[in-house]
């Protein structure tokens, strides 16, 4: 960089500290308060509404190690939030929906998830690819008319994706 141009980076550099320099002068703002967890558990129920938190999870291959997986981070959770306070889902698409059938070698799993109230949606473009019908899945699995567009939906809505 040439010794004009640095100088010209110093200046703009100045030039934006001084600006915000004086509009912090100007108006004053306070660090927001940070209330410890000990401070909420205290507080009355009803003086707020307390939002759930939203989760979406999503798994798209058949690997028993992967489902393992992301049903344990789902397990996880729903225990740090309990069960009342998370709204979990877990969308299934393509290989993966194989692993939401009856039998499946995670099926005690996702019996549990649906016990603790984690929505379990299995892609119906990938049934039909698969030629799985609702009556295969295990049950109180839902059904989507598509897997992504549920993904993409859910995050749109505000929830967060955790890929595992």
């Known amino acids: 960089m040439t010794s004009s141009g640095h100088v010209s980076r110093l200046l703009v550099a100045a030039l934006i ?19 410890t967890p000990h401070a909420i558990a205290a507080a ?3 003086t707020a509404a307390v939002a759930k938190e939203q989760a979406i999870f999503a798994v798209s291959d058949a690997d028993p190690q992967k489902w393992n997986l992301t049903l344990g981070n789902i397990a996880n959770a729903v225990e740090g939030f309990g069960a009342e306070g ?29 016990k603790n109230g984690v929505h379990i949606a299995a892609c119906q473009n990938s049934m039909r690819g ?3 019908e609702a009556a295969d899945l ?11 567009v549920e993904l993409i939906r859910r995050e749109h809505a505000g929830y967060a994706y955790v890929r595992s």
Not at 19 to 35: D, H, I, K, M, N
Not at 100 to 108: E, R
Not at 138 to 148: E, I, Q, T
Request: aromatic letters at 4%; glycine letters at 10%.
């Open 130 to 132: 698969f030629h799985l």
């Open 86 to 114: 998370a709204d979990i889902e877990l969308v299934v698409y393509g290989p993966g929906i194989a692993m939401l059938k009856k039998d499946s070698p995670v099926a005690d799993k996702i019996a549990a998830a649906l």
């Open 44 to 46: 009355p129920a009803e």
């Open 17 to 35: 500290a001084s600006t915000a320099g004086a509009a912090s002068a100007a108006s004053p703002v306070t660090a927001p308060a940070v209330a």
């Open 138 to 148: 295990a049950p109180g699995v839902g059904v989507v008319p598509s897997g992504v």
